[in-house]
């Protein structure tokens, strides 16, 4: 089994900074991708920042500028700094990885439980 596991949420003002983390535990012989997620009341979830093992980034639009995704190899884990975060912001932020329990088994794609974070003044 593998989980991930997120923290970091919480309640700040309009143009103030959060940082989310993500640790993956479990039987891991490797980790391709790492992504953040978001889902916000009513909508779709939504692709925000993804990373690959080498260190490659995308981001969504709406947060190119503000938010920086970035992750430690030997940890099994991934951050999100999101800095001048807007009311817009708000939202559940899920995890999600590409893992690989052996070198004889294929990708499995895992989400964590998510966390919420609240812009709001």
């Known amino acids: 089994q593998v989980q991930l596991v997120e923290s970091g949420g919480g309640l700040v003002q309009p143009g103030e900074s959060l940082r989310l983390s993500c640790a993956a535990s479990?039987?891991?012989?490797?980790?391709?991708?790492m992504s953040w997620y978001h889902q916000a009341p009513g909508k779709q979830r939504e692709l925000v920042a993804t990373i690959t093992s080498g260190g490659d980034t995308n981001y969504a639009d709406s947060v190119k500028g503000r938010f920086t995704i970035s992750r430690v190899n030997a940890k099994n884990t991934v951050y999100l700094q999101m800095n001048s975060l807007k009311p817009e912001d708000t939202a559940v932020y899920y995890c999600?990885?590409?893992?690989?329990?052996?070198?004889?088994?294929?990708?499995?794609?895992?989400w964590g439980q998510g966390t919420l974070v609240t812009v709001s003044s």
């Open positions: 479990g039987s891991i012989f490797s980790i391709r991708r």
């Open positions: 999600n990885a590409d893992v690989r329990r052996s070198d004889r088994l294929r990708y499995l794609e895992v």
